[in-house]
């Protein structure tokens, strides 16, 4: 499995710590800090990088609070991104919802809890239950509609 990370300015700070500890993570951007930067760009290239092979990638976004980022990654098609809140969440995305983008929120989560989400994301599989691939089914079904 690939693993990408990619933040704004809020989340630049947070993004080099997680790759401090998580060096098999591939840095999407920003390299340097640029506090006019907007978080849409580094989804895009995050989303970009996923679809090479969805399969196999998945992808880490941060910003100040964690939604904006997930708002964006969830406007791309087969893009299935959740905002972590703790461990237990992170692995209740994933094992019910098969997550394959984690987003943080660099300022309202502490830092240690942040890297056992990042751990658990690299680790949890999705536990492909009826209830749980119907309902992705359905969600697949929505993404494709015209409404």
């Known amino acids: 499995m690939n693993y990408f990370i990619a933040s704004d300015h809020a989340g630049f700070e947070l993004k080099n710590k997680i790759l401090a500890k998580f060096p098999n993570l591939k840095d999407l951007g920003p ?13 895009y290239l995050l989303v970009k990088n996923l679809n090479k092979d969805l399969e196999n990638n998945h992808g880490i976004l941060i910003c100040k609070n964690g939604v904006g980022v997930c708002i964006a990654a969830n406007k791309f098609k087969k893009i299935r991104a959740g905002l972590g809140l703790s461990k237990d969440h992170v692995e209740s995305m994933i094992s019910d919802d098969n997550i394959n983008v984690l987003c943080l929120g660099a300022d309202f989560i502490k830092e240690e809890e942040i890297y056992r989400m990042v751990e658990i994301f690299q680790n949890e599989e999705f536990q492909p239950q009826n209830r749980h691939l119907r309902r992705l089914n359905k969600l697949s079904i929505i993404e494709n509609s015209e409404i």
């Open 31 to 43: 390299k340097e800090f640029m506090p006019e930067d907007d978080y849409p760009d580094y989804v």
